[in-house]
């Protein structure tokens, strides 16, 4: 059994921990999770604070995220956030 994990943009945000975490996920011995308005939130401060980035890379590393950690992103929790 392995544990699930959500990703929150704070951890997201930096390239060596976000690898780090990422793979560790891909080992299958956590459960990696993160929704699209956590990404929303790790790639408006990455190009607000690294505009050497351009959009279409930030776009791409969304992209390559979410395809490299399989069911990752959690969708439909909208409903619980007032519960929480």
Known sequence: MSFVVVYDANVLYGNTLRDL???????GR????????I???MQCN?????????????D???LLMNSAVRD?????????????
């Open 72 to 84: 990752c992103l959690v969708e439909g929790y909208e409903p619980l956030i007032e519960g929480l």
């Open 39 to 41: 990404l929303d939130e």
């Open 30 to 37: 956590l459960q990696a999770k993160w929704t699209d308005r």
């Open 21 to 27: 975490l990422i793979r560790l996920a891909m080992t």
């Open 60 to 62: 791409k590393l969304r």
């Open 46 to 58: 990455l190009a607000a604070n690294r505009p050497d980035i351009t959009e279409e890379k930030l």
